[in-house]
């Protein structure tokens, strides 16, 4: 694969002597195992996993949203559990404070020299895989003690900078914003999420085997296929994807075009956002489609894989208007408009 990041020369094997071929012969049977082991724990849901786990190869974070009780941590943990990856869960409640996340600065008392000093406790944000879950029920000032770690990877106590294992996956749960003692995410706090995926009830069917797997003795976990180094490795093979400049051109595209002040805003666009996407969001949708080329065997991304993550990375992005609210015009309509006639780049 031709390398496009700032790390070295461009040609088509690794420093180890790997060809581009075998690597991504590599990171698609281990997305299949990977996949594999989390339907063993997870019936269904197989948008949500496979949008997840793309999030996750293109080195992002993502926020699910849905009602509680549709197996969104059990569906984290599996992941973790299929990669031995460390793996923390915040309960995110009115009353947590930013140090309940980063940790702190404590007084222990040496046992040696029987002086007391100060020593910092890390706080469960230090691990491969956090699960923020309901991640909207905690006030924006705690919210806000995730952001350094999502966009920089490292945590600042007290002056002192702490940098955090790879890899680094935040997948936060959010539930719908209409339901009472929800705080909304800043747009600041929303815009370092890759995705926002839209997780919905199972069909009647995949209910029925729900209810019936989960309700006997036997316990079903996911064995472990793969390992943290296998997961850098991926998101590396995803940075080195060569992507073609139409491609890149169609992601600003579709982003600028999410700004009602642009030319190439469409006439829903103009009539209900308040504001568009910023340039993270062109970035993001690159990324993913890379990510989402690599996972079907093809080696560079395609408009198609743009516009299939296009709503995933653009969906928090955009603010609605009032026109919008009075009209009962959603984002997805308007995003599902935006593509539809944003024309790709000749």
Not at 22 to 38: E, N, T, V, W
Not at 110 to 132: T, Y
Not at 289 to 305: H, M, N, Q, V
Request: aromatic fraction near 6%.
């Amino acid at each position: 694969m031709e390398q496009t990041t700032e790390r070295g020369a461009k040609n088509s094997q690794t420093s180890n002597g790997v060809d581009e071929g075998q690597l991504m012969a590599r990171l698609q049977k281990g997305y299949a195992s990977l996949k594999h082991q989390i339907h063993k724990v997870i019936v269904g849901q197989e948008e949500v996993i496979d949008s997840m786990l793309c999030c996750m190869l293109a080195g992002g974070h993502c926020i699910v949203q849905g009602v509680p009780g549709l197996a969104k941590t059990m569906m984290v943990h599996a992941i973790a559990d299929a990669m031995k990856l460390k793996f923390n869960r915040i309960q995110f409640t009115p009353d947590l404070m930013p140090s309940d996340i980063t940790g702190a600065d404590i007084i222990q008392r040496d046992p040696q020299s029987k002086q007391r000093r100060m020593e910092f406790v890390k706080g469960p944000i230090f691990a491969n895989v956090v699960l923020a879950d309901e991640i909207n029920r905690t006030p924006p000032k705690t919210q806000a003690a995730l952001l350094q770690a999502m966009q920089e990877q490292e945590v600042t106590v007290a002056g002192r900078t702490y940098r955090l294992d790879e890899p680094f996956f935040v997948l936060a749960t959010q539930n719908p914003i209409e339901q009472e003692g929800t705080y909304p995410l800043p747009e600041a706090a929303l815009d370092r999420f890759m995705f926002m995926i839209y997780i919905d009830y199972p069909s009647a069917k995949e209910e029925h085997m729900i209810v019936k797997q989960t309700t006997t003795k036997k316990k079903i976990s996911a064995r472990q296929v793969l390992d943290r180094n296998d997961m850098v490795l991926f998101q590396e093979i995803v940075r080195m994807a060569p992507v073609s400049d139409m491609v890149i051109a169609y992601c600003i595209k579709l982003t600028r075009a999410t700004r009602p002040d642009n030319a190439h805003a469409t006439a829903m666009v103009k009539q209900y956002l308040k504001w568009g996407a910023g340039p993270r969001a062109g970035q993001f949708m690159t990324l993913g489609a890379k990510a989402k080329a690599l996972i079907d065997g093809r080696i560079t991304p395609s408009f198609e894989d743009v516009r299939v993550v296009s709503k995933l990375v653009l969906r928090h992005r955009v603010i609605p208007n009032f026109n919008a609210e009075a009209d009962g015009i959603s984002v997805e309509g308007i995003i599902d408009d935006l593509v539809e006639n944003v024309p790709q780049p000749k």
